[in-house]
Nanobody, 127 residues
Framework: QVQLVESGGGLVQAGGSLRLSCAAS????????MGWFRQAPGKEREFVAA????????YYADSVKGRFTISRDNAKNTVYLQMNSLKPEDTAVYYC????????????????????WGQGTQVTVSS
């Protein structure tokens, strides 16, 4: 069983930065793709960013491209999301996800491709 625990969320002014962390336990995820999604009030969950096992391939949603950076530290079994130039529309609960069906797979954009999810961390950006 894999447990994912997000941290680093909070309240920040527009233009500010936050760094989210997602620590995994129960299984080493160094050979699996991981991703970040978010869900704003009244909206469906949406893809934010994803990274493959080696961190050589990353995908981003157009809405965050150039502002957010996904990274991972396989030695710490942790994935990060650095969020810069935050906007009020980035306000949401952010979830990390892990896929363990296929080792060495490319990053995934669909939430149905992921097997485990964290409980989420709230990010609120004030204008």
């Amino acid at each position: 069983q894999v447990q994912l625990v997000e941290s680093g969320g909070g309240l920040v002014q527009a233009g500010g930065s936050l760094r989210l962390s997602c620590a995994a336990s129960g299984r080493t995820l160094s050979t699996y793709a991981m991703g970040w999604f978010r869900q704003a009030p009244g909206k469906e969950r949406e893809f934010v960013a994803a990274i493959n096992w080696s961190a050589r391939s990353m995908y981003y949603a157009d809405s965050v491209k150039g502002r957010f950076t996904i990274s991972r530290d396989n030695a710490k079994n942790t994935v990060y999301l650095q969020m810069n130039s935050l906007k009020p529309e980035d306000t949401a609960v952010y979830y990390c996800a892990a896929e363990i069906r296929n080792a060495y797979s490319p990053p995934h954009l669909r939430d149905s491709d992921y097997d485990y999810w964290g409980q989420g961390t709230q990010v609120t950006v004030s204008s």
